[in-house]
């Protein structure tokens, strides 16, 4: 069965440093979303892709993140510098089209941890 | 723009008991609806979701939905819960071609 994948699954790094997370889609699915989620709390939207193309970064910290979709298949989400409050699973997810009616298909997310 | 509240941040219930997870959405046309249930350190899974028709819908592991426009709620239930339903459970509404996400509830099964 086809997944989202990410990678890494766990990240541990200092404040100030950088970080980077990578997400592999389904193959043939056109939209890519970062989320990210604190502890006890729902998913909030980063940054959506529409193939290569940004739809939506509304949401994301444009000063410390960058999200990335080169080549309209994978996708990477970095930080620089990482700070306290950036400690949250950051959780990839894709579907087929801009909308249908599908589902988001999650991967199983980034841990990190900013000590 | 759109919006979901989960009332409940946790809830205990015993196994082989029902179950009814409440949801209620704010958004300004016929919203898409949407479960999603997430174990420890996993991913979202998709429980169900409501786009148009019938307003109670049916998904995996036993559980159904039920849209209700005039209260803007779409409750999830389940007739007898197993010890294994223990997760968080997320309401999402999709409108705008953004899906938004509720806090969640964290669903307890006690013996």
């Known amino acids: 069965e086809a997944e989202v994948a990410q990678s890494p699954r766990y990240k541990i790094t200092e404040k100030s440093q950088a970080v980077a997370f990578w997400c592999d889609p389904i193959s043939g699915h056109a939209t890519l979303y970062w989320y990210r989620q604190i502890l006890g709390q729902g998913p909030e939207l980063l940054v959506q892709?529409?193939?290569?193309?940004?739809?939506?970064d509304s949401q994301l910290p444009k000063d410390r993140f960058s999200a990335e979709r080169l080549k309209g298949v994978d996708s990477t989400l970095k930080i620089q510098p990482a700070e306290l409050g950036d400690s949250a699973m950051y959780l990839c997810?894709?579907?087929?089209?801009?909308?249908?009616?599908?589902?988001?298909?999650f991967g199983e997310g980034s841990r990190l941890t900013v000590l | 723009a759109q919006s979901v509240t989960q009332p409940d941040i946790h809830i205990t219930v015993s196994e082989g008991a029902s179950l009814e997870l409440r949801c209620n959405y704010s958004y300004g046309a016929t919203p898409y609806l949407f479960w999603y249930v997430q174990s420890p350190g996993q991913g979202l899974q998709l429980l169900l979701k409501?786009?148009?028709?019938?307003?109670l819908v049916q998904g995996i592991k036993g559980f159904e939905a039920e849209f209700k426009r005039s209260q803007s709620s779409f409750n999830l239930r389940k007739p007898s819960v197993h010890w294994s339903d223990a997760a968080e459970y997320f309401c999402a509404v999709e409108g705008g071609f953004k899906t938004i996400f509720g806090a969640g509830t964290r669903l307890f099964v006690k013996a």
């Open positions: 892709f529409q193939d290569e193309s940004v739809v939506d």
């Open positions: 409501y786009f148009s028709g019938d307003t």
């Open positions: 997810a894709s579907r087929e089209g801009q909308r249908n009616t599908g589902e988001l298909f």
